[in-house]
């Protein structure tokens, strides 16, 4: 398989919102289905509310684990501006499936920079297909903010070129073992995340 | 309890492991039995992983020299020893390896470097491939994960045959890439006990000396070494216009963006492997050397007289990472062709988010004051206090090195002139860093007769490298308890007097205030100490949630300049003063699912329009 045969990911958002899980979910499942994988990420002060992306690869044999400005099949992200700011990343076509959140940083409340009015707008004014939904809201509706990673995941799964399925069990197998009470909700948000991106595509 | 698949895994288990854990899994398949590290992205989980396997001895050490110190005094005693460092690490360590060089090992040596390429988290972009040269030891460069795995536990076998330490040079993209690793078991080492031979362990003037004719006779061995390794690898190509020489994760975007040409894989990249590049050099006509951070492999190269035009930074990218992207383009051009780059989106203006200190965090008080207090000059260190000198803060005037606040605050009291006189000169710096590097300086200022006020941010944990443990903690690797150190003991030791030795609670804003602006007038070194938890280790309580009464809100905006990422704006205006003057107005609400009611912020607040929950105490009569 030629390297232009992988499958580029590129997973976006802010430090402590469980970037690099989904992304380790995501690359588990590509091992289950018998891809080689590589997965990476800039860790360190990003952690501090920092600007967070995690490149994940998969395919015959991955050799370089750095997904390229123009190759990303397609874009997960975790906050509504940081969609808009990767989207450079994306090949020409591809789309970005972006949670309508907005988390603004200090130097935006001081007043320094502004917070993008619509990034949404902005995206597919840049040419980019938009899937946006409200992982926040829905993981909110369900009880628990830290559910938006398993909702994030439920958005990007029928993207996959493997099933759905695959994912889910990568992600439930994760609390099965440490959090059994966990796989239930989990399983609830992966679907609801699911729903959520159909929903966003028949209104695009 | 549960065991971590990385310990559990029985052999020829396919894992998903970042090169950090396959190193972790190596050293304890080698049957290392002493590992120790200071935490320094993007080297960090080394030992996190380590420390899960029990049957081997694994620390936190206060620094990287004592970290190598460890793993040679267990080297001595016959043990397979393990150290852990970033790039920056070696640099404190180097003192003890330059000599351990001459020594040679007991046990098998390996000491993992990780080179923080692209400055993910780092005050500059060394290469640590120039330790191979200056201290005469092997390097070893991973290309991924299940390299950095079999390396690593061939390292402790070249180090005992070669009797030199071993240097495992690893770079981001090899330390934080997840890849498959196949793994195997451990196999214990017989322990050789300690041999007693002052001729070897003794490095006197001149016994050093005599050493030296053994460590160049060594140095032919390793040489010779590296030309018949198998980590040196030579792969056809059909191109042969160009041929790579090529180490590390470069060697996969080279893979990747050049596959129809030669290429040499260097994994034991110190001493050159010689016979494979003059191998290569007889069949293309140019080598390009795609290496990372400096051309050390390039000018070696055009040293040797070989018949080819040598070409590397000349046309590749001077610092930072490489990749596939940013070579194919100067590599088409060299070939006398046209490359067409992807088409990309162009960029859509966005805010920048820099790192910022955490909601809560007890260094958020300190920063306010600081960037209140006038006429200080304000020294500053490594870790997280270092984002003090971002916004809203700028509250740092220097930041250079680990433990430097110290000696650099003393330098600007000593080197101050006229202009600077009435200034007052505050260093900052947190308990792992005063521990790592900063006592010596301390002593410094007090021997010295320093004018300068030491502020001691205790936060009881290595907070910008994920909250690790260190003699300030109370815990050891494993959060077992272990003895604390008394700061205000230990900074009296050093020579401060008591009285100017002062404990505040960064959470009290107008405590905080009165005590730097009265320290910075005295004429004489003092430490304010301020000690409350990180607030992302277990020893932080989080309170109830604060909010604000949006009635009582003027938009006065005071709050915001603490910094904390859980005030956010609702709405913007301006006022005209009476004097004419405009401001900005700003009025806020707490995100309340972030907030841990800290209490710092309403202490900000002129109209009590942030309510604490938490119960109001009587004042004492």
């Known amino acids: 398989m030629e390297a232009d045969q992988t499958t580029n990911i590129l997973v976006c958002g802010i430090g402590g919102q469980g970037i690099m899980t989904a992304a380790e979910v995501l690359s588990e499942a590509a091992i289950a289905t018998g891809h080689d994988v590589k997965k990476t990420e800039v860790a360190g002060m990003a952690q501090r509310g920092g600007v967070v992306t995690s490149h994940v690869r998969f395919g015959e044999k991955v050799f370089s684990p750095v997904v390229a400005a123009g190759t990303a099949d397609f874009i997960l992200g975790f906050e509504a501006a940081e969609g808009m700011r990767w989207i450079p990343h994306l090949r020409p076509g591809a789309a970005a499936l972006v949670n309508t959140l907005r988390l603004e940083p200090p130097v935006v409340s001081i007043g320094l920079f502004d917070y993008p009015e619509d990034p949404v707008m902005a995206i597919r004014e840049a040419g980019v297909t938009c899937y946006p939904f409200d992982a926040g809201e829905a993981a909110r509706e369900l009880g628990n903010l830290k559910l938006v990673n398993s909702i994030m995941l439920g958005a990007v799964a029928d993207q996959l070129p493997f099933g759905a399925e695959v994912l889910k069990k990568c992600l439930l197998d994760r609390f099965k073992v440490r959090k059994p009470k966990l796989v239930d909700i989990n399983d609830q948000a992966f679907e609801k995340g699911r729903a959520l991106i159909r929903a966003a595509a028949k209104v695009c | ?621």
Request: with cysteine; aromatic share 6%; hydrophobic share 40%.
């Open chain 2, 1 to 621: 309890m549960l065991t971590h698949p990385l310990v559990s895994a029985e052999a020829g288990t396919k894992m998903l492991l970042s090169g950090n854990e396959a190193v972790a899994r190596a050293v304890w398949e080698a049957g290392c039995r002493v590992a120790a590290a200071y935490p320094g992205t993007p080297s960090t989980e080394i030992l996190e992983n380590v420390c899960l396997f029990k049957d081997m001895y694994s620390e936190w050490s206060v620094n990287e020299k004592v970290s190598l110190e460890v793993a040679i005094g267990a080297s001595m005693a016959g043990s397979r020893a393990f150290c852990a460092m970033k790039h920056v690490g070696l640099n404190v360590a180097s003192d003890a390896l330059m000599t351990q060089t001459l020594a040679g090992v007991g046990g098998g040596l390996v000491i993992a470097v990780a080179d923080d390429v692209g400055f993910s988290s780092s005050q500059n972009e060394q290469d640590s491939r120039f330790w191979g040269r200056f201290a005469h030891l092997p390097i070893l460069e991973p290309a991924d994960s299940q390299e950095a795995f079999e390396m690593t536990r061939l390292a402790f076998g070249l180090s005992e045959d070669l009797d030199a330490p071993v240097i495992l040079r690893m770079t981001t993209r090899i330390c934080h890439v997840k890849a498959m690793v196949t793994v195997g078991e451990r196999h214990e080492k017989a322990v050789a006990g300690f041999k007693k031979d002052p001729d070897r362990w003794v490095m006197t003037p001149a016994a050093a000396q005599k050493r030296v004719p053994w460590m160049l006779q060594r140095d032919r061995r390793l040489k010779d070494m590296a030309n018949r390794s198998g980590l040196n690898r030579l792969e056809q190509g059909a191109d042969k216009r160009l041929g790579f020489i090529t180490s590390g994760p470069a060697y996969m975007h080279v893979k990747e963006a050049f596959p129809n040409h030669p290429i040499l894989k260097m994994g034991f990249s110190h001493p050159l492997p010689e016979r494979e590049i003059r191998a290569l050099a007889e069949q293309v006509e140019k080598i390009v050397v795609a290496e990372e951070v400096e051309p050390l492999v390039e000018g070696e190269l055009k040293a040797m007289g070989l018949d080819v035009v040598i070409h590397g930074k000349d046309i590749l990218p001077e610092f930072g990472e490489l990749s596939p992207a940013n070579m194919r383009g100067p590599v088409a051009k060299l070939l006398g062709e046209t490359y067409k780059p992807p088409v990309t989106i162009p960029p859509v203006k966005v805010f920048p988010r820099p790192p910022t200190m955490c909601t809560a965090c007890p260094h958020l008080g300190v920063f306010y004051t600081l960037s209140r207090v006038r006429n200080i000059y304000i020294s500053g260190d490594i870790g997280c206090y270092t984002l003090g000198a971002g916004h809203p803060w700028e509250a740092l005037d220097t930041c250079i090195s680990m433990g430097a606040s110290m000696g650099i605050a003393l330098g600007l009291d000593k080197g101050r002139g006229a202009v600077d006189e009435k200034k007052g000169i505050v260093g900052v710096i947190g308990d792992s860093t005063f521990l790592h590097m900063g006592m010596q300086g301390l002593l410094d200022i007090v021997y010295n007769k320093g004018n300068v006020t030491i502020m001691l941010l205790d936060n009881r944990a290595v907070g910008m490298t994920g909250g690790q443990e260190n003699p300030g903690s109370g815990r050891d690797i494993h959060g077992e308890e272990a003895p604390r150190v008394d700061f205000a003991k230990l900074v009296e030791a050093l020579g401060v007097r008591p009285e100017r030795i002062r404990r505040v609670d960064p959470y009290v804003l107008p405590d905080l205030f009165k005590t730097v602006r009265h320290e910075v007038k005295q004429n004489e070194p003092s430490v304010i100490l301020t000690d409350q938890p990180c607030v992302l280790i277990d020893d932080y309580d989080a309170l109830k949630p604060l909010y604000v009464e949006e009635d009582k809100c003027t938009g006065c905006a005071n709050c915001l300049d603490v910094g904390c990422p859980a005030i956010l704006v609702t709405k913007r205006g301006k006022e005209v003063k009476n004097n004419g003057k405009e401001v900005d107005l700003a009025w806020v609400k707490i995100e309340t699912s972030a907030c841990t009611g800290c209490n710092l912020c309403p202490d900000t607040c002129a109209h009590d329009a942030i309510l604490p929950f938490t119960p109001v105490v009587a004042e004492m009569p």
